[in-house]
């Protein structure tokens, strides 16, 4: 059941009602009107149909106004509640935008409360509610803080529900088997994690492993107990009637607001482009928070991948089920066995990949061809065999059902690297699948820690499409010339243990609407959308043409609360000294704030140098404060460490940039190496930016700078995170000053006061901390 969040129970007034006529008053509001430029499309703003609209489009502005007022129920019952009238305005365009069924895709700065300028319209309106997020964090704290405090300060119970991929729940079937089999725990580890696990399922009403503080979410035994788009037995599960997934869904689909994560929603609509069930409920309207994510999420949903940890786990899984369901059919070990082999000359072909930039080759650029090939052709045979065996004995057991369905599926991701000029081995026949489980198991993949083996594998298991679904192989030669494959791009990445053959496609505009229902409003909101005032990169990314958008500066006084260092004389990011120059200038920013600092790097390489020259400072000068570096202890452990820890250092890269919320003392210096430019040798961006010239167009400005505007915005935010907050962004690349295009960024960040002196910014941190 989904949960009841509440206050007193109060009836939704008649003006209150979901019918889509019912609108705020265009003349008070309607269109934002904060101070920020605002550029509203007509086309999505129609006016009441009568005047029985009018009235009720005039109530609800009424009703959103009184709720923020000064002295509104906000103000009353929610502790630390402060009216904003960017908050006010931004609520108001969401209602509207709600009414109509339009697009509105709104930039809130940090502080406006956009979380309650989404919320509350979208519980007036009623209706069916989504609300998406990006991480597994952010759900949670709009679930269970964010929604139940809005919801008992408005006076207006809703049905509310959390849902998140499968890979979230703790498996019933799946843990049984663990517990039942000597074999299958790994380490000394995984005995204890399993200790509290077996107490946890107990005791959990949902089933939801980040309950479960005891165990961290990438801890391995999380993928031997709980389950896989692959390993599901679906209604033929012993466990089904008390299955956390089930339950989930059925609290979904009954509730009146469900906070998703983008990948639940991505994964949902590379299912619907498949034509497969639906996994997650239609709504009125869809609300997406930290929209900015969205292009990438998408991008790596609707694309395809196929690993070699399949492989592995496709043999393994076969060689247990078919020894322990059916001995005598066949010899198991010798048909797993050379799906483990393939799998392992596949690593080995790809073994160069290890040492280029990223760890990723384009396909067309693979160093080692003819060994790859070899190896595709020898998983084909593999694959094609083991799922002729299994699919003739799927009537022994419904595993057997499931592994001949995964056999034909990795067959068909594999064809799709095979080489055209060479026959490839028969195909399994194609089994169907229960049509009630052919959902997404998707992960929560964009918290920092969960970029692991087994989210990979929930990642995988995402992304297999039907059996039987038209497969086509597509020859590295050919690939720029057929018309079709030229949108999307290929290439192969390596992790410590495994390789991932990956496709995306080059823009994913038209598919990010395809299946949006007619009429179903969507906001979508972040504090970075914008390159200044233009949302032109990020609309264009997800074909939202139509969209309105609006911008709310933030409320904080950043003048005074912050200062933007860009160091004076310091070497060109390029040059060979500019680390060393680097951290000789950060130096006395530490000292004068004695600590307290989060350093973003562009690179992994640059995270190791300036820790290990920062190391060398410390030891030197004696400083006692914790000094952190990315991928020495988990990101939670990390940013704990940074918001309780004694005035603690942190160094990292690409994943720190955003989601970091640590406010007050424990963090007052970001210092930023270099522009964030993304990475040319990635294959994604190097295939946009090909694709861009091809058709005459200028990629530097057209993506490769907005990206870098909206990452260095995203970077820039983490200082200043509450009204008392105070602080120094020092960005040491001279680019963004002596550039012309650097205006475009700076004018992007928050309006801090600017120096390009080192001896005022000391002196600031000084005076800041009373010294
Ligand atoms: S139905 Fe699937 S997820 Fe639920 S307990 Fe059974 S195997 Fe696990």
Redesign the pocket.
Known sequence: MPERASGAPLERQAGDSADPADRPDPGVGATPSSSAPVSPVADTVSPPDDEEAGERRAAAVRRIAALFATDGPLAQRLPGFRARSQQTEMALAVAETLADGGTLVAEAGTGTGKTYAYLAPALLRGGKVLVSTATKTLQDQIFSRDLPQLVAAMQMPAAIALLKG?GN?L????LERTEADPRALASREEVVHLGHIRKFAKRTRTGDIAELAEVPDNASIWGKV??TRD?????E????R?????KARKAAMEAEVVVVNHALFLADLALRGEGIAELLPRADCVIFDEAHQLPTVATRFLGESVSTHQMLELARDSLNTGLAQARESADWVALAQPLEQAARELRLACAAIERMPGQKSAFEALPDPEAFDAAILAALEAAGTLGKVVAAVRERHPDFELLARRAAELFGRLLRWAPEAQPVPPAPPAVEGPSA?DDDGAGDALDGDSADERTAAHHDAEQLSLPGAPVRRKPRAAAADSEDDADWVRWIETTTHHVRLQAAPLSVAKAFSRHRPEGQAWILTSATLAVRTDFSHFTRQLGLWEARTGQWESPFDYPNCGMLFVPQGIPAPDRPEFTQAFVDTLVPLIEANQGSALILCTTLRAVDTVHRLLSAVFAERGWKWPLLRQGERTRRELLETLRTGNHAVLVGSASFWEGIDVPGDALTLVAIDKLPFAPPDDPVIDARIKESRKRGGNPFFEFQLPQAAIALKQGAGRLIRRESDWGVLMVADRRLVEKPYGKLLWRGLPPFARSRNREDVVAFLRERRGR
């Open positions: 499968r729940y498996c019933h079937l799946h709980t389950s390993n599901c037995l679906g209604t599960c012993g466990f089904y008390d299955c956390h997934v089930v489980w």
